[in-house]
């Protein structure tokens, strides 16, 4: 099986925010990607989609983020993209907490560097909004309110921000003890 039959056609995702960027003149080329996110419905559905990305990955480290489990999963290969681009990080996260989101193939993660915030204000029109996740992580962000799918834009990658916020390098699988969805 491959991981697109698991999360989906990520190639065309890739393409169709990227084709949503540059119609709002918002070029991303050279830059990193730093993940691609993917929304489960149920936690049910998350644990079995965790399970089966892990096959393909050489670690997940998952945490409880906003009162429940988020896995960051480090691929053994790349998947390739498309146009010069590819993706080693696969953001797994359980059913929403709040407002309106794209189940499955929910958003691409591009690292801008330390020129985030000059990018901001460059494109302060065309972006939606900033998330203010911790002191690391701030990403600014795109969305696309047709489907609810987002482009947001980091300083480092996701999977930096979360190793220099445990102090140590992602390494083996470690899963949530214990957890269970409320209601």
Known sequence: ???????????????????????I???????????????AETYNEYLRTRERIEEYCTSNIE???NGRPISIMQLEEP????????????ELIPPVHRRVYKMGLEHVGVV???SVDEFSRKHRAQL?????????????YV?????????????????????????RRYEGFSHVQNWKPAG
């Open 25 to 39: 003149h918002i070029d991303i080329s050279g830059c990193e990607i730093s993940h691609l996110a993917v929304r």
């Open 112 to 114: 801008i560097g330390d």
């Open 128 to 140: 939606t909004g900033q998330q203010f996740q911790s002191e690391l992580c701030q990403p600014y």
């Open 1 to 23: 099986m491959s991981i697109s039959r698991i999360i989906g056609d990520y190639q065309a995702f890739f393409s169709l925010q990227l084709g949503r960027l540059q119609g």
């Open 79 to 90: 998947l390739d993209l498309g146009e010069g681009f590819e993706v080693r990080v696969i």
């Open 143 to 167: 969305t696309f309110f047709d489907d609810f799918t987002m482009v947001k834009f980091y300083r480092i990658p996701l999977l930096e921000v979360c190793e220099r916020e445990r102090g």
């Open 63 to 65: 945490n409880v983020w």
